[in-house]
């Protein structure tokens, strides 16, 4: 839909700045307009639940985590070029600010057109006329952005650099970064222009290191609804944390008061894994087989010997090598991750074979006991043979964007370099 259309099916991004996102966003016209609805809690917003509303941006803890999954993902990686404080806490305030704006379903700044004409619009216009699509933003740090800026002393423990594990093959083109974003959305344009509006207010201070763009996500916290399945057709996510479980995602996922350092209290670990899949190999692999490499079968997604997917799996059941098996929370002293993938297709490899696969989000408490015990059990999987992980970064998720005069990564730079 252009923005000239006359018979738009729901208020569209550049009609919500004219009405404040009347009537899109729950409680948002109370409150005074889309930006400034408030999360509470672990709550999954309502809001979200119409397709194409707004998700709150402001709360205790950032929205992207919890909150229900969308359909289409664009990560980033960047690196910061700048070397002067000051003026990576001004790129964060920017961010925000535009960030505010954009999961709102606003334009950036001043919008896409309408002001000097000597000069490039703030935004650059190509999700005008969309809805806000449930874009999530969520920022993280990862571990090369605490050796400068003055920031050695803030690094959390639990921000370990990840170690080499069996079967790595990582891309250093693909792998860390300083700051990340996850933009999720329903709409694949509107994550699309979330990111390139960031990067680009972000010019001569931090710069993309790194992309993915996600489809069909492969894991939900909104256990109610449909399972969706990944690249190699199986059910994905059925045991997974649900936006709801609010004692599991203290236990698991939220960074706890106690746990330090103070900055990072309602805040996260992300761990972003690039999975490549042998999809050719795959399906010449009988169905037997698949199901036994996973330990559920491929229609219900009942674990072995059991009738149902939401069945408890009786893990003795299935192969020694069974992914769920060694996945398993008893397999891993409890280890429980909150999974937010999404599948990726980019191109083929030049010889013939689809660049393909899952690119795994893990978000935990803390990735000592989260993701490397996880992983390391993996290291006998029966998938292996089906996949290679080719690229990795993990990142600290600070806390929420409180209100209006907050700010992403406040809680870190409050304490003076
Ligand atoms: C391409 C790679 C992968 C594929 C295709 C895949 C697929 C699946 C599928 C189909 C399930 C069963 C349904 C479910 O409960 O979600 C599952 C479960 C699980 N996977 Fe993966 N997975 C992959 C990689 C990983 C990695 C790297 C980790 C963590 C290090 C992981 C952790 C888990 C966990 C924790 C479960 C739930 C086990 C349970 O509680 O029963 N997976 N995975």
Redesign the pocket.
């Known amino acids: 839909m252009t923005d000239t259309d006359s018979t738009p099916p729901a208020p569209s991004r550049r009609a919500l700045i004219g009405w404040g996102g009347a009537g899109l966003a729950l409680g948002a016209a109370a409150a005074g307009g889309a930006a400034a609805m408030t999360r509470t809690g672990n709550d999954v917003d309502p809001a979200g639940a119409a397709a194409g509303g707004a998700i709150a941006f402001h709360g205790a803890r950032q929205a992207g985590i919890a909150t229900p999954v969308q359909d289409r993902l664009h990560f980033a990686a960047f690196d910061v070029t700048t070397t002067d404080r000051a003026e990576l806490v001004e790129l964060l305030k920017d961010w925000t600010r535009a960030a505010r704006q954009l999961t709102a379903g606003r334009a950036v700044g001043e919008g896409a057109y309408g002001g000097l004409a000597e000069a490039p619009p703030d935004d650059t216009g190509e999700a005008l006329g969309l809805k806000p699509s449930r874009l999530t933003l969520t920022i993280g740090f990862g571990p090369s952005l605490f050796g400068r800026f003055g920031l050695a002393g803030q690094r959390p423990e639990a921000l370990v650099d990840l170690p080499k594990f069996a079967g790595d093959n990582l891309d250093a083109n693909r792998s860390g970064g300083d700051l990340c974003v996850q933009a999720c959305a329903d709409d694949p344009q509107v994550a699309v222009h979330a990111i390139r509006n960031l990067a680009r207010i972000g010019m001569g201070k931090a710069v993309i290191r790194w992309s993915q763009l996600g489809f069909g996500k ?2 939900s916290t909104t256990p109610d609804a449909q ?1 969706p399945r ?3 057709g ?7 944390i649900a936006g709801t479980e609010t004692d599991r995602l203290e236990k698991f996922v939220w960074v706890g008061e106690k746990d330090g350092p103070a900055w990072m209290t309602g805040g996260s670990y992300l ?1 972003a ?1 690039r ?1 490549r ?1 042998h999809i050719e190999t795959w399906d010449r692999t009988s169905l037997q087989e698949q199901e036994d490499i ?3 079968d491929k229609g219900e ?1 009942a ?1 072995v010997g059991k009738a149902k997917e939401r069945d408890e ?1 009786f893990l003795k059941a299935m192969k020694p090598d069974a ?2 098996r060694l ?3 008893d397999s ?1 002293h409890g ?3 909150l ?1 937010r ?1 999404y599948s990726f297709t980019d191109g083929t490899d030049g010889l013939g074979r689809l660049d393909a ?2 690119f ?1 989000l ?1 978000y935990q408490r803390d990735v000592r006991e989260g ?1 490397i015990p ?2 390391r059990n ?1 290291a006998t999987d029966a ?1 292996n043979e ?2 290679q ?1 080719v690229g990795s970064a993990v990142f600290a998720i600070p806390p929420g964007v409180r209100d209006a005069d907050d700010w992403w990564g406040r809680t870190l730079f409050a304490k003076e370099a």
């Open positions: 492969t894991s399972t990944n690249l190699m199986f059910k994905d996510g059925t045991r997974n761990v894994r999975i899949m996973f330990g559920r997604g674990p799996p992914h769920v996945a398993h929370p891993n280890a429980t991750l999974r993938g696969g899952l795994f893990a993701f996880v992983q993996l998938l089906y996949i992980h």
